[in-house]
């Protein structure tokens, strides 16, 4: 997964998958906050409207909806913003069996 904060225009885009073209529509949560398009009827790039006022619980709503791991999409925003303009990488493994 990777993502980019672009601190000109307040956003952050998360691809979930490189490929293919996007296609079949997005999902919008909260007014607009964020959006998810998909391709081939998976999730592929979420796009961050605004992060001033918070956008967690945003994300953690689209990964709820979309099957996602909202903890790793929160991560690697964060990681975005503290390494702005420039592109970064998370790699997430599965949660450990207790």
Same mark, same amino acid.
């Given at each position: ?7 000109? /225009?307040? $956003?952050?885009?998360? $691809? @979930?998958?490189? &490929? &293919?073209?996007?296609? *079949? +529509?997005?999902?919008?949560?909260? &007014? *607009? =906050? ?6 081939? #009827?998976?999730?592929? @790039?979420?796009?961050?409207? +605004?992060?001033? #006022? ?7 709503? /689209?990964?709820? =909806? #979309? =099957?996602?791991? !909202?903890? !790793? @999409?929160? !991560?690697i925003s964060r990681a975005a913003l503290? !390494?702005?303009?420039?592109?970064v990488r998370l790699d997430v493994g599965a949660r450990l /069996?207790?």
């Open positions: 997964m990777k993502a980019d904060y672009e601190s000109r /225009a307040d $956003t952050i885009q998360i $691809t @979930l998958e490189d &490929g &293919g073209p996007l296609s *079949g +529509g997005s999902d919008v949560i909260e &007014g *607009g =906050r964020v959006i998810i398009s998909f391709c081939e #009827n998976r999730p592929a @790039l979420i796009d961050v409207i +605004g992060t001033d #006022n918070g956008f967690e619980d945003s994300l953690r709503v /689209a990964a709820e =909806r #979309n =099957r996602l791991d !909202a903890e !790793a @999409l929160i !991560a503290a !390494a702005p303009d420039r592109p /069996a207790a």
